[in-house]
């Protein structure tokens, strides 16, 4: 099985899916790949950080099972090699739960919201990404939540 925890960035689609895989040893998680910069504090096993070449590459050999690219950098969840048994876990934004439901439709998907949006901005602040890129990510929220509550199994707020 697949489970896709999506949501705008800033939302806790992180928090949720550490509780799930720390609580069920049944569960395995897909570490997704992007180009960005690892932010200050950011622990090393939250991305694949990789240049875009290798990305690129990856991408033509078929590599990945979605990927998108937002604000110039890359965002990808290779294809999932689980341990035998294991139920797989994506955390990843509502373009690629698009695309998995597209080719996996039986995909469990959870859309997670935040409490509010001034809560969703105070968490992108907190995390360091500067202005641009905090205004660049709720513009995108508003229009990623209408898909994700179509797309959803069930809404986590």
Known sequence: MIIVVSGPGGV???TIVDALVGRDPRLWLSRSWTTRAQRRGEPDEAYTFTDRATFEARIAAG???EWTEFLGSYYGTPLPDPVAGADIVLEIEV???RQVKAVRPET???FVLPP???EQERRLRHRGDDHDRVVA???KAEDEEPIGRQLADHIVV
């Open 95 to 97: 373009d690629g739960a």
């Open 116 to 118: 509010t949006r001034d």
């Open 137 to 139: 990510r709720l513009r």
């Open 12 to 14: 806790g689609k992180g």
């Open 63 to 65: 590599g990945f099972l």
């Open 108 to 110: 469990l998907l959870i």
